[in-house]
Structures are given as C-alpha cells and as structure tokens.
C-alpha cells in the first residue's frame, strides 16, 4: 500500500508507547502457544470491586447515557474535593476539579493548557514513557534531570537546580514513581516547592499510585510543603491503579481555576465528556468502601519482598526496595557486554529482548524510562509467577558469558 499522504511533522517526532508495545508482543507470543510469564503490565492483577461494577450497571439502567458536563458529573467533583479535604486537608472548589478520561487523558490536558513552543519542563529520569511525548506534543521541551539509584531514586536538589533555566515552566513529580516505585523525600520536596515559588514555575504532581505505598508514615506531598504552592500546582490523580479500575478511564486534575478552566475549554473541544456510566461508578469508588486499595497492598507487599530479595540476590544485580505502586526496578548493566550464542547484549531493550527469547519473561526495557541500565517488572501478578520468573531470569543470566 502506497503512502501518498504525509504525516504532521508532530507524530514523526514521538514514538507509540513501549510499554503497550512489549505487552502486545507478549501477547502475541502467548496466543502463538508460548509459555510467557507477563511482567510488562501496568495495571493491577485485580478485578474492579463489585460495588463499583454494579454501580456503573446502574447507571445504564438508570439512563445516564448522555453527555454530561464538560469536566464531570458535578456529584463525582464534589467527591474528589471531599477527598481531598478528607485525605489531606486540601480545601477545592468542584471548580476547581476536571474529570477526564483517565489519568493519561488529565496529563495531556494539563500540558495543552500551559505549554508555548519553547517551553521547558523538568522531568526527573527514570520517569512515565508518557510524560516527554505528551509535553512534545504540546510544543513543549522535555528537560530529563537525571535521578541516581544510590538515593533510592530521590531528587537531588543540587542536581535539579543545573538543569532549572530562563525557559523552565513546570516540573513533574510523579512520587511514588512509576517504573521506579520510589518517593520523593521531604526534603527534595520542600527544594522543589522553593525553587517553583522563586521562579513561578508549574508544578505537575502525579498522585496516581498515592494509595498504594508500603511506608508506615504517611507519604510526603509538595502541597504540604508551602500552602502558597497550590496557586501553582496541578494534582493529577484516578481511579485506574487505586481501584483496579484502567479500562473505565477516568482520571481527575485539581488546581488553580483559570487552569482547569483552560482545560475544560480543550476538552470541550476534543473528547466533550468522559462516558457517562464510568463516572457514576468512579463516583461510587470514592464515595464508598475504601479498604480495596488496602486489601491489593496487602496482596503486593510479600511479592514485592520476595522479588527485591531474589534480585538482590543475583550477583552483580542491585534493585532499589520500591516503597510504592507495584514496580521493581533492577539494574542489569553488569550483564551488558556479555553474550549468548555469539549475540552480545549492549543494552536494556536487547536484555527485554533476550529474556523474553530465551526465558520466556516479559518485561520493559529502561531506555522506555529514560534509564538504560535497568528493567521493569511488574509485581501485579501471582507470587507463582514470579517465583517461577525468577528461576527462569537466574538461569537465562547464568548462560551469559
Ligand atoms: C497508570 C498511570 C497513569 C494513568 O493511567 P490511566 O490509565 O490513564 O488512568 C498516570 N501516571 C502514571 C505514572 C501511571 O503509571
């Protein structure tokens, strides 16, 4: 088939996500018969809680299919302040919230909204595939400021302030971290929150794996650091991760009303309103029962134990102990350099490559993160799974030479 007709130069310039990428490979495998054992999945292994299903059947019969307001149902915003208010003590107007169709959807408004061509935004490395293709998207440059396993993946605020320029507008903090499963200490919290009152900048914080954190104190976030701070932060959270919830797609941004109402003037524009019913089912998420999101913790803890320990385990291997969402993040660069049956192994994306050719292990490269010395796993899968992966990644390792 002849391509006769060109493409926008803003589509050549990103790539498709990695992550959908290797799962759709995995999968592929697995219907062609292969015994793939999955751990590129972002989502948890969890089925949406049967209160949340019934409602969302409810509101079909119900007859709620129809468009409804722009950023949401007002009955799910005021929800979301409760929440907030609940939670953390934040004080927001419904105003001030904007559903959306899922958390990916609230992120790229929220760059549509604020970004100029030029615009420069820091975004600390490991970080989500998403964050530079959406601010590029946006006309926006992505600045990547590196973060280090040797602090657990924490910021370095001396680091953070080389790479701070004249045309930096925002800085991403996405605490507990996904691939990493780090959290930002206080402490790079409260440099971020003075360099932004200094500067101006809009901070993006990206709450949406905030329940799921193994601490036993409460977790450390920006807006506590400076009340000021919330004219000039926008929280983006959801229902996907803390309610096992990723195919309804309904994601919520909170901040400063000129804001928001920026990004409800786009989203007017493109998607009009997220679907109907999966917003009275979100509405019922939040409103209603909250020990789920305890009850997957419960589940991921051990798992994660078990994986950090078997890693750490293998020489040469270093995995920092992920203290949120369901992420393990090991570093395999000892390994490059060595081969199997005359291939060499350069990098993450050939390791990916190699474990799943030759131990049947799916997993994501960490040049899709910005950090090529490592490999995410998803622990959102059974400790069978894993056990067995492992044995399976120790064996495939053992071969290299
Ligand atoms: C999963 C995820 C999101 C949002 O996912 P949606 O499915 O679009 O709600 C946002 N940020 C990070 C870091 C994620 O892992």
Known sequence: MSERIALANRVTQIAPSPTLAVNAKAKALKAAGADILNF???EPDFDTPPH?????????????T?????????????????????DHGWEYSP???????????????????????GDEVLIPAPYWVSYPPMVQLAGGVPVIVPLDEKDDFDLNPDILGRYATEKTRVIMI?????????LFSRNALEAIGKMALERGWLIVTDDIYETITYLDSSLPHVLDVDHRLKDQTVILNGVSKSFAMTGWRIGYSAGPEHIIK???KIQSQSTSNPS???QYAALAALTGPQDFPETMKEAFLPRRDFFVRDLESIEGVSCVNPNGAFYVFPNFSAYF??????KTIGDSVAMADYFLDEAKVASVPGAAFGADDFIRFSFATSMDVIQKGMERIKKALSQLS
């Open 40 to 42: 590129s999945v972002g």
């Open 52 to 64: 949340v299903c019934e409602a969302g059947k409810q509101a079909i019969d119900d007859g709620h």
């Open 66 to 86: 129809r468009y409804t307001a722009v950023p949401g149902i007002p009955e799910l915003r005021e929800a979301v302040t409760a929440r907030f208010k609940k």
């Open 95 to 117: 105003d001030q919230i904007q559903v959306c169709c899922g958390g990916k959807h609230g992120l790229y408004n929220i760059f549509q909204a604020v970004l100029n061509d």
């Open 174 to 182: 996405n605490s507990p971290s996904n691939p990493t499963g780090s």
């Open 262 to 264: 920026a990004m409800n």
């Open 276 to 278: 109907a019913p999966a």
């Open 337 to 342: 350099g060595k081969s199997f049956d005359g």
